[in-house]
T-cell receptor
Framework: SQTIHQWPATLVQPVGSPLSLECTVE??????LYWYRQAAGRGLQLLFY??????ISSEVPQNLSASRPQDRQFILSSKKLLLSDSGFYLC???????????????FGEGSRLTVL | AQSVAQPEDQVNVAEGNPLTVKCTYS??????LFWYVQYPNRGLQFLLK??????LVNGSYGFEAEFNKSQTSFHLKKPSALVSDSALYFC????????????FGKGTRLSVIA
């Protein structure tokens, strides 16, 4: 079965420091991968998604970047964090019309980032 | 462009009573529809989906959802609410073309009171 791992679970970083959040998926191949941010326990904001290695679509211009160095690895980065980058970051995967799945997302457990 | 509306920010229901969390959508063609639940400080969990077929779909934890094409709605329901159902619920839509990011509603916080 498929699993998704996301780390670290919590992170407290000073303003101006770099960021790296990692996400890996097991049990499937060539998944679509996503990074979302959730502020104040409410709506989801899609930040980036990827349909393949090296293919990144950015939904919101911002202080963050994403990379997909391997098929099942997705990394969210920043060179210099801002206070406004604080939030709950969620990684997710999906496949389309394979393995009995039709685009539904499966989420990691999230990474809570606090920028001070 | 496709969109999803969850008109209620908060739904309160007494334990044992039926619950409904509302969702309406706007998309061209026949959509794929999904419900997710999020417990505090956790990722979203997939509850159920509608692709085609019966308008009433069953999902995890005793939840069900009714697809109504004429009203473009996909309301989440449960016959008897539990305190443990208290969580944040998200409706999402995928257009018929598929293989694009889901479009999520803003979420509805369900509070079940003992």
């Amino acid at each position: 079965s498929q699993t998704i791992h996301q780390w670290p679970a919590t992170l407290v970083q000073p303003v101006g420091s770099p960021l790296s959040l990692e996400c890996t998926v097991e049990g499937t191949s060539n998944p679509n991968l996503y990074w979302y941010r959730q502020a104040a326990g409410r709506g989801l904001q899609l930040l980036f998604y990827s349909v393949g290695i090296g293919q990144i679509s950015s939904e919101v211009p911002q202080n963050l970047s994403a990379s997909r160095p391997q098929d099942r690895q997705f990394i969210l980065s920043s060179k210099k964090l801002l206070l406004s980058d604080s939030g709950f970051y969620l990684c997710a995967w999906s496949v389309w019309l394979r393995e009995g799945l039709t685009g539904e997302l499966f989420f990691g457990e999230g990474s809570r980032l606090t920028v001070l | 462009a496709q969109s999803v509306a969850q008109p209620e920010d908060q739904v309160n229901v007494a334990e044992g009573n039926p619950l409904t969390v509302k969702c309406t959508y706007s998309v061209s063609g026949n959509p794929y529809l999904f419900w997710y639940v999020q417990y505090p400080n956790r990722g979203l969990q997939f509850l159920l989906k509608y692709i085609t077929g019966d308008n009433l779909v069953n999902g995890s934890y005793g939840f069900e959802a009714e697809f109504n094409k004429s009203q473009t709605s996909f309301h989440l329901k449960k016959p008897s609410a539990l305190v443990s159902d208290s969580a944040l619920y998200f409706c999402a839509v995928l257009p018929p073309s598929g293989n694009t990011p889901l479009v999520f509603g803003k979420g509805t916080r369900l509070s079940v009171i003992a």
